[in-house]
């Protein structure tokens, strides 16, 4: 624990109790947790002791059968960042957790925040292909910006297939951010934890300078036609389909890369991405104002 050195620790099926809390405490940090009515379940979260923090409980999935928890924490950016922590009981209704998850997932992204929610949410992603209830929940939690970090078994055992019932859920859009994800080795339970990596403040860089496509030079049609005689060489009866669109997607924007390249912006339109409603008829208006105001004041001071 001392090396890992982790800033948060999220634990799922605590099995406390309010009134049966022994022996819980870490060095170094904070406890908080909600338990479950039944003998089954409950949340709990570590926080280093270094962190301020609130409570969030608004956030709280108002779900029978399901316990969750969640902080925030404030960055060096100001943006408040959400960390979260859900345990979903298996014999509870698939439907309404998802309904809860998708909507509490839509608020986030709503309002601004990025997030980590782990737990354990005993729903196998391993069979998404398979099952289209599983990967209509996938896809729902995708448009909200809510990626899972984890697509590797988290549970074994000898009476049934290796399964994927343990995540970490993101909406973090900066991949810099995410510095690693993975499973550990510990024989603690029949669950391997799993682990994310991040830098919890946004790194800036105030000396980058914004990037952005040169279309100056852009012909549609010939983009086309060069795309087309690219594309003609992917075989579409390819088995592995994902394979197929990644070879898609990088053709695309190789010779998107070709005909319309990156550049670097001037400093006139560095300045002007900090005044975006300031429009090139707006700034035409402006000179114009500002010859008239010109015009006026010398007038005065020759009378």
């Known amino acids: 624990m001392t090396e890992a050195n982790p800033t948060f620790i ?11 809390i022994l022996n819980v405490d870490i060095p170094g940090f904070g406890f908080i947790h909600n338990p479950s009515q039944t003998n089954s379940g409950g949340v709990g979260l570590y926080v280093n002791s270094s ?28 943006k408040p960042f959400i960390i979260g922590v859900i345990y979903r009981h298996p014999t509870h ?16 992204q709503n309002n601004c925040y990025d997030y980590l929610i782990g737990g354990d949410y005993n729903i196998n992603l391993i069979k ?6 599983l990967s209509k929940y996938v896809d729902c939690l995708a448009n909200c910006g809510c990626i899972s970090l ?23 859009c900066d991949e810099k951010r995410i510095i690693n ?28 300078k914004p990037i952005f496509r040169c279309i100056k030079h852009f012909d549609p049609t010939i983009f086309v036609s060069d795309l087309s005689l690219k594309i003609n060489n992917l075989d579409p009866e390819a ?26 912006a001037s400093r006139k339109e560095q300045r002007s991405f900090n005044k975006p409603w300031l429009t090139k008829g ?10 008239l105001n010109r015009k006026q004041v010398s007038y005065y001071f020759i009378c």
């Open 10 to 20: 999220a634990i799922s099926e605590t099995k406390l109790k309010s009134n049966n």
């Open 51 to 78: 962190l301020t923090y609130q409570p969030r409980n608004d956030l709280n999935l108002n779900n029978v059968g399901c316990e969750s928890l969640f902080i925030e924490i404030a960055t060096s950016s100001g």
């Open 93 to 108: 209704a698939f439907q309404p957790f998802q309904d809860e998850f998708v909507k509490l997932a839509t608020h986030l």
């Open 128 to 133: 998404y292909r398979e099952n289209s209830n």
């Open 150 to 172: 984890i697509n590797k078994p988290t549970r074994f055992s000898k009476n049934s297939k290796p399964s994927l019932l343990d995540n970490i859920c993101r909406n973090i």
């Open 181 to 208: 994800t993975g499973i550990t080795m510990l024989d603690i339970s029949d669950r391997l934890p799993n682990f994310a990596n991040f830098n919890l403040h946004q790194q800036t860089d105030q000396n980058s």
């Open 239 to 264: 088995d592995d389909v994902n394979k197929l669109s990644d070879e898609f997607v990088k053709i695309f924007n190789d010779t998107l890369d070709t005909h319309a390249p990156h550049r670097y």
């Open 282 to 291: 707006i700034s035409t208006s402006i000179a114009k104002k500002n010859a």
